[in-house]
């Protein structure tokens, strides 16, 4: 049996904390920002014609979801719309090009990212109105919130792109 050695470096998966701040809470900043990357190659070429189109009117459209995802990550900062409607579904957002709702994802990461917190109060308990929470879950709920609807966005550009080719 011969060994086959490749000339190609081999890709490396590791986990770089982002530098100053502390080392638990880099590590989770940067699985924020690799959820974000995830998110942005997701929609790549997606036509900007379509960013508010939806599929009907109880589907969400791109700019949508991409203003919700800021939305819910800034916690109601540099948002005029309410997040749900009266029926519940994600209020539609129409009339922003997809840079205005990539600018205000960036915007909000950005001040995501040079919060500043010691360790003691990254895992300090915080009393809400309807439940309690420590940054820490905050930061696991933000990151199984954009997962899940990177995938509604991946569904809604299969939509998107079968209506364009009609």
């Known amino acids: 049996m011969e060994k086959i050695m490749s000339s190609e470096p081999k890709e490396q998966w590791v986990v770089v904390p982002v530098p100053s701040v502390e080392e638990e809470i880099g590590r989770w900043l940067w699985a924020m920002q690799d959820?974000?990357?995830?998110t942005l190659r997701a929609i790549v070429d997606f036509p900007?014609?379509?960013?508010?189109?939806?599929?009907?009117?109880q589907e969400s459209s791109?700019?949508?979801?991409?203003?919700?995802?800021?939305d819910i990550e800034a916690d109601y900062a540099l948002f005029p719309y309410p997040t749900r409607d009266r029926q519940g579904h994600l209020t539609h957002v129409p009339g922003f090009g997809l840079e205005e709702h990539l600018e205000r994802l960036a915007t909000v990461r950005g001040l995501l990212l040079t919060t500043q917190m010691p360790l003691v109060a990254w895992r300090q308990v915080r009393l809400m109105e309807h439940y309690d929470v420590t940054p820490e879950w905050v930061l696991h709920h933000l990151l199984q919130h954009e997962a899940e609807h990177r995938s509604q966005i991946g569904a809604l550009r299969i939509q998107a792109e079968r209506h364009e080719a009609q």
């Open 35 to 38: 959820a974000r990357q995830r």
């Open 48 to 57: 900007p014609t379509l960013g508010d189109w939806r599929p009907n009117e």
């Open 62 to 70: 791109l700019g949508t979801l991409l203003y919700h995802i800021a």
